[in-house]
Protein backbone atom coordinates (compact mmCIF):
# COMPACT_ATOMS: atom_id res chain seq x y z
CA UNK A 1 0.00 0.00 0.00
CA UNK A 2 3.12 2.35 0.99
CA UNK A 3 4.75 1.72 -2.49
CA UNK A 4 1.51 2.09 -4.14
CA UNK A 5 0.35 5.07 -2.49
CA UNK A 6 4.25 6.88 -3.26
CA UNK A 7 4.08 5.49 -6.79
CA UNK A 8 0.77 7.93 -7.00
CA UNK A 9 2.34 10.71 -5.46
CA UNK A 10 5.57 10.69 -7.85
CA UNK A 11 2.96 10.11 -11.17
CA UNK A 12 1.07 13.15 -9.91
CA UNK A 13 4.27 15.38 -9.78
CA UNK A 14 5.31 14.03 -12.71
CA UNK A 15 1.91 15.23 -14.12
CA UNK A 16 2.01 19.07 -12.69
CA UNK A 17 5.73 19.51 -13.40
CA UNK A 18 4.62 18.56 -17.46
CA UNK A 19 1.45 20.68 -16.56
CA UNK A 20 3.50 23.25 -15.29
CA UNK A 21 6.29 23.03 -18.70
CA UNK A 22 3.23 23.62 -21.17
CA UNK A 23 1.88 26.36 -19.34
CA UNK A 24 4.98 28.01 -19.64
CA UNK A 25 5.76 27.04 -22.97
CA UNK A 26 1.72 28.59 -23.90
CA UNK A 27 2.77 31.63 -21.41
CA UNK A 28 6.00 32.44 -24.29
CA UNK A 29 4.30 31.93 -27.21
CA UNK A 30 1.07 33.90 -25.90
CA UNK A 31 3.72 36.67 -25.21
CA UNK A 32 5.81 36.39 -28.26
CA UNK A 33 2.42 36.22 -30.29
CA UNK A 34 1.70 39.54 -28.48
CA UNK A 35 5.19 41.19 -29.02
CA UNK A 36 5.04 40.62 -32.71
CA UNK A 37 1.21 41.87 -32.52
CA UNK A 38 2.74 45.06 -30.98
CA UNK A 39 5.75 45.40 -33.55
CA UNK A 40 4.19 45.14 -36.47
CA UNK A 41 0.97 47.36 -35.28
CA UNK A 42 3.88 50.04 -35.39
CA UNK A 43 4.69 49.77 -38.97
CA UNK A 44 4.27 51.13 -41.40
CA UNK A 45 5.02 54.71 -39.87
CA UNK A 46 5.63 58.24 -41.15
CA UNK A 47 8.31 60.21 -39.77
CA UNK A 48 8.10 64.07 -40.83
CA UNK A 49 11.63 65.54 -41.66
CA UNK A 50 10.74 69.20 -43.56
CA UNK A 51 8.35 71.98 -42.80
CA UNK A 52 8.65 75.75 -42.90
CA UNK A 53 11.40 75.83 -40.02
CA UNK A 54 13.57 72.95 -40.91
CA UNK A 55 14.32 70.82 -43.52
CA UNK A 56 16.59 67.86 -44.25
CA UNK A 57 18.34 67.24 -47.21
CA UNK A 58 20.97 64.20 -48.41
CA UNK A 59 23.67 63.56 -50.43
CA UNK A 60 22.94 60.62 -53.32
CA UNK A 61 25.67 57.92 -52.45
CA UNK A 62 24.77 55.43 -55.74
CA UNK A 63 22.81 55.88 -58.54
CA UNK A 64 18.80 55.42 -57.08
CA UNK A 65 15.84 54.15 -58.33
CA UNK A 66 13.14 56.47 -57.84
CA UNK A 67 9.40 54.51 -57.03
CA UNK A 68 6.28 56.16 -56.55
CA UNK A 69 5.56 54.13 -53.89
CA UNK A 70 7.63 53.01 -51.03
CA UNK A 71 8.46 49.85 -51.63
CA UNK A 72 10.35 47.76 -54.68
CA UNK A 73 6.96 46.37 -56.43
CA UNK A 74 6.30 50.39 -56.67
CA UNK A 75 6.46 52.02 -60.39
CA UNK A 76 9.80 53.45 -60.95
CA UNK A 77 9.55 57.48 -61.87
CA UNK A 78 13.23 58.18 -62.80
CA UNK A 79 16.81 57.25 -61.82
CA UNK A 80 19.25 59.74 -60.36
CA UNK A 81 22.96 59.76 -60.98
CA UNK A 82 25.52 60.82 -58.41
CA UNK A 83 26.39 64.15 -60.10
CA UNK A 84 24.68 67.06 -61.55
CA UNK A 85 24.97 68.86 -64.68
CA UNK A 86 26.96 71.38 -62.96
CA UNK A 87 29.65 68.89 -61.81
CA UNK A 88 28.27 68.91 -58.09
CA UNK A 89 27.00 65.66 -55.91
CA UNK A 90 23.53 65.36 -56.97
CA UNK A 91 21.31 65.64 -53.56
CA UNK A 92 17.38 65.67 -52.58
CA UNK A 93 15.56 67.83 -50.02
CA UNK A 94 13.85 64.76 -47.64
CA UNK A 95 10.46 65.97 -46.74
CA UNK A 96 9.69 62.55 -44.67
CA UNK A 97 10.80 59.08 -43.56
CA UNK A 98 8.30 56.05 -44.02
CA UNK A 99 9.36 52.49 -42.16
CA UNK A 100 7.81 49.92 -43.26
CA UNK A 101 9.76 47.38 -40.88
CA UNK A 102 12.47 47.54 -38.16
CA UNK A 103 14.73 46.98 -41.24
CA UNK A 104 13.36 48.80 -43.88
CA UNK A 105 13.10 52.19 -44.58
CA UNK A 106 12.35 54.74 -47.67
CA UNK A 107 12.67 58.32 -47.94
CA UNK A 108 10.14 60.57 -49.33
CA UNK A 109 12.20 63.30 -51.47
CA UNK A 110 11.67 66.22 -53.50
CA UNK A 111 12.81 65.08 -57.19
CA UNK A 112 15.19 67.93 -59.79
CA UNK A 113 13.11 66.21 -62.52
CA UNK A 114 10.12 67.80 -65.31
CA UNK A 115 7.25 67.77 -64.32
CA UNK A 116 8.47 70.33 -62.06
CA UNK A 117 7.10 69.53 -58.62
CA UNK A 118 7.80 65.76 -58.95
CA UNK A 119 7.75 63.36 -55.67
CA UNK A 120 9.14 59.96 -55.17
CA UNK A 121 10.67 57.68 -52.82
CA UNK A 122 14.30 56.64 -52.41
CA UNK A 123 15.77 53.73 -50.19
CA UNK A 124 16.83 55.19 -47.41
CA UNK A 125 20.50 53.02 -47.90
CA UNK A 126 20.96 55.06 -51.53
CA UNK A 127 21.14 58.09 -49.48
CA UNK A 128 23.96 60.14 -47.20
CA UNK A 129 23.31 60.73 -43.54
CA UNK A 130 20.33 63.23 -43.54
CA UNK A 131 21.43 67.41 -43.52
CA UNK A 132 19.24 69.91 -41.28
CA UNK A 133 19.14 73.49 -42.92
CA UNK A 134 17.10 76.30 -40.95
CA UNK A 135 16.57 78.34 -43.86
CA UNK A 136 13.46 78.96 -46.41
CA UNK A 137 13.31 80.97 -49.57
CA UNK A 138 10.72 82.49 -50.34
CA UNK A 139 10.24 83.94 -54.44
CA UNK A 140 7.27 86.41 -55.40
CA UNK A 141 7.38 86.72 -59.11
CA UNK A 142 4.21 89.44 -58.78
CA UNK A 143 6.01 91.59 -56.24
CA UNK A 144 9.31 90.90 -57.91
CA UNK A 145 11.24 90.27 -54.38
CA UNK A 146 12.93 87.42 -52.59
CA UNK A 147 12.60 86.86 -48.98
CA UNK A 148 15.04 84.35 -47.05
CA UNK A 149 13.34 83.23 -43.45
CA UNK A 150 15.53 81.64 -40.91
CA UNK A 151 13.76 79.38 -38.16
CA UNK A 152 10.40 81.23 -39.45
CA UNK A 153 11.72 84.55 -39.09
CA UNK A 154 12.63 86.93 -42.39
CA UNK A 155 16.21 87.89 -41.93
CA UNK A 156 16.99 88.63 -45.61
CA UNK A 157 14.67 90.65 -48.75
CA UNK A 158 15.48 91.99 -51.71
CA UNK A 159 14.04 93.18 -55.28
CA UNK A 160 14.74 90.54 -57.92
CA UNK A 161 14.44 89.73 -61.72
CA UNK A 162 12.51 87.21 -62.63
CA UNK A 163 11.85 85.12 -66.26
CA UNK A 164 9.64 86.30 -69.08
CA UNK A 165 6.28 85.70 -69.98
CA UNK A 166 7.56 83.51 -72.93
CA UNK A 167 10.25 82.24 -70.54
CA UNK A 168 8.42 81.93 -67.11
CA UNK A 169 10.22 81.56 -64.09
CA UNK A 170 8.31 78.24 -62.34
CA UNK A 171 5.96 77.89 -59.72
CA UNK A 172 6.25 75.50 -57.13
CA UNK A 173 8.18 73.92 -54.15
CA UNK A 174 11.78 73.17 -54.88
CA UNK A 175 15.54 73.03 -53.25
CA UNK A 176 18.83 74.60 -53.30
CA UNK A 177 21.06 71.93 -55.32
CA UNK A 178 24.67 73.56 -54.99
CA UNK A 179 26.73 77.09 -55.03
CA UNK A 180 28.60 78.18 -57.61
CA UNK A 181 31.41 80.63 -57.97
CA UNK A 182 34.46 81.76 -59.96
CA UNK A 183 32.23 81.65 -63.32
CA UNK A 184 34.84 83.93 -65.14
CA UNK A 185 31.62 85.58 -66.61
CA UNK A 186 30.45 88.63 -65.27
CA UNK A 187 26.29 87.77 -66.60
CA UNK A 188 26.22 85.67 -63.60
CA UNK A 189 27.67 87.75 -61.29
CA UNK A 190 30.28 86.87 -58.28
CA UNK A 191 27.82 83.64 -57.20
CA UNK A 192 25.04 81.30 -57.93
CA UNK A 193 22.50 79.06 -56.59
CA UNK A 194 21.48 75.99 -58.57
CA UNK A 195 18.16 75.29 -57.74
CA UNK A 196 15.81 72.30 -58.25
CA UNK A 197 13.15 74.37 -60.49
CA UNK A 198 13.59 73.32 -64.05
CA UNK A 199 12.31 75.38 -67.54
CA UNK A 200 8.87 73.36 -69.13
CA UNK A 201 10.07 75.52 -72.30
CA UNK A 202 13.82 75.69 -72.60
CA UNK A 203 14.21 72.20 -71.83
CA UNK A 204 16.96 71.86 -74.63
CA UNK A 205 19.43 74.55 -73.13
CA UNK A 206 22.29 72.71 -72.04
CA UNK A 207 22.06 71.37 -68.66
CA UNK A 208 18.33 70.78 -69.36
CA UNK A 209 16.87 74.24 -68.40
CA UNK A 210 17.48 74.31 -64.98
CA UNK A 211 17.07 77.59 -63.08
CA UNK A 212 18.76 79.29 -61.16
CA UNK A 213 19.42 82.10 -58.79
CA UNK A 214 22.33 84.58 -59.72
CA UNK A 215 23.68 88.21 -59.62
CA UNK A 216 24.54 90.02 -62.91
CA UNK A 217 25.99 92.81 -64.94
CA UNK A 218 22.97 94.56 -65.65
CA UNK A 219 21.50 95.85 -62.26
CA UNK A 220 19.44 98.43 -63.50
CA UNK A 221 17.45 95.91 -65.42
CA UNK A 222 15.77 94.94 -61.70
CA UNK A 223 12.95 94.39 -60.58
CA UNK A 224 11.89 93.24 -63.60
CA UNK A 225 10.76 90.41 -66.03
CA UNK A 226 14.19 89.98 -67.78
CA UNK A 227 15.23 86.76 -67.82
CA UNK A 228 14.64 83.43 -69.22
CA UNK A 229 13.41 81.78 -66.21
CA UNK A 230 16.25 82.26 -63.60
CA UNK A 231 16.34 84.77 -60.47
CA UNK A 232 18.37 87.86 -61.05
CA UNK A 233 20.00 89.95 -58.17
CA UNK A 234 22.11 93.19 -57.82
CA UNK A 235 25.72 91.38 -57.01
CA UNK A 236 25.69 92.80 -53.18
CA UNK A 237 22.20 91.32 -52.67
CA UNK A 238 23.60 87.59 -53.32
CA UNK A 239 26.81 87.96 -51.95
CA UNK A 240 24.39 88.71 -48.58
CA UNK A 241 22.15 85.90 -49.55
CA UNK A 242 25.44 83.85 -49.85
CA UNK A 243 25.72 84.11 -46.55
CA UNK A 244 22.83 83.37 -45.32
CA UNK A 245 21.09 80.72 -47.14
CA UNK A 246 22.57 76.92 -47.18
CA UNK A 247 22.27 74.07 -49.61
CA UNK A 248 19.72 71.96 -49.53
CA UNK A 249 17.14 74.92 -48.18
CA UNK A 250 13.61 74.97 -49.58
CA UNK A 251 12.65 77.38 -52.19
CA UNK A 252 9.01 78.56 -52.76
CA UNK A 253 7.82 80.48 -55.56
CA UNK A 254 4.71 81.89 -56.35
Known sequence: MITRAFENRRTLAATLSLAGALAIVLLSLTAAALGGNKTAALYPRTIKLTDDKIAHWAVLMRPAVVRSKPGLASRIITKLPTGTTDGTQNDVLVLSRIDLSPRQSWYRVRLPILPNNTIGYIKKGDLSPLFAVNTHLYINRSALTATLKRNGKVVFKTRVGV?????????????VRDK???FGNPFYGPLAFGISARSAVLTDWPGGGYVGIHGTNQ???????ISHGCIRMKNPAILALGRLMKVGSPVSIR
Open 180 to 182: LTN
Open 219 to 225: PSLIPGY
Open 163 to 175: GKSIWPTPRGEFY
